[in-house]
């Protein structure tokens, strides 16, 4: 079983549309949580962070951690097409640089 | 400021040679990290260097190797190339804020091993 799980999709929403999108892990450890958007042919860019449970807004994104359920979100609202993308979860551990990624979710957002 | 630079940006090789690539952190980052991403694996840890020294490794045999040099720049070693090796290795530069670790990617080597 691999640490983070991702739905690797694709998702083809609507413009306009919210998405969600999600990762569950299994390491109880992880206290550092971000979303990352690859777009093809470049490197993935940070787009979120967080460390507690709970939700941190950014303009039309906002990520959701729940530690209980080991399980983290990010929503998009107001869907543009370029928000087209892959978006990867990754997550750390106290004290360690080193991430563990999730596979990734393509999303295609259509006009 | 800067971006993390990676070269060569794309690389054929031919199975059984060995490559370098190299990466130039964000300016004032003295950790470096590699990773592989291929369509099945996704996104794998490589190693990680601070301060010239390795500090974290993923799991890759002992063909894959790197060194950080005083100005943090990096590199990272391939040698006996095999056809799965193929992949994109993208480049990571980080710096500690407060606990925080942000880590920025690079635009990634896209290696082709024939």
């Known amino acids: 079983q691999k640490e983070v799980e991702q739905d690797p999709g694709p998702l083809s929403v609507p413009e306009g549309a919210i998405v969600s999108l999600n990762c569950t892990y299994s390491?109880?450890?992880?206290?550092?949580f971000m979303w990352y958007r690859q777009y093809s042919r470049k490197g993935p860019e940070l787009l979120m962070y967080?460390?507690?449970?709970g939700n941190k807004e950014d303009g039309r994104f906002t990520a959701q951690v729940d530690k209980s359920s080991k399980y983290i979100s990010l929503f998009i609202r107001d869907s543009q097409p370029s928000d087209s993308a892959t978006y990867l979860c990754?997550?750390?551990?106290?004290?360690?640089?080193?991430?563990?990624f999730g596979s990734g979710t393509k999303l295609n957002v259509k006009p | 400021k800067a971006g993390v630079t990676q070269t060569p940006r794309y690389l054929i090789k031919t199975r059984g040679q060995q490559v370098t690539l190299s990466c130039s952190p964000i300016?004032?980052?003295?950790?470096v990290s590699w990773y592989q991403q291929t369509p099945g694996q996704g996104l794998q840890f490589l190693f990680e260097?601070?301060?010239?020294?390795?500090?974290n490794k993923g799991n890759f045999p002992g063909r894959f190797s790197g060194r950080q040099f005083s100005n943090s720049r990096s590199e990272m070693n391939v040698s006996t190339l095999e056809l799965g090796d193929s992949a994109l290795y993208l480049c990571?530069?980080?710096?500690?804020?407060?606990?925080?670790?942000?880590?920025?990617f690079g635009p990634g080597t896209r290696l082709t091993v024939t």
């Open positions: 990571a530069s980080s710096s500690l804020v407060g606990q925080d670790y942000e880590q920025y």
């Open positions: 390491n109880s450890a992880f206290q550092y």
């Open positions: 967080t460390y507690s449970s």
């Open positions: 990754a997550m750390r551990l106290e004290n360690f640089n080193k991430f563990y």
């Open positions: 300016s004032g980052h003295r950790s």
């Open positions: 260097y601070f301060s010239e020294t390795q500090r």
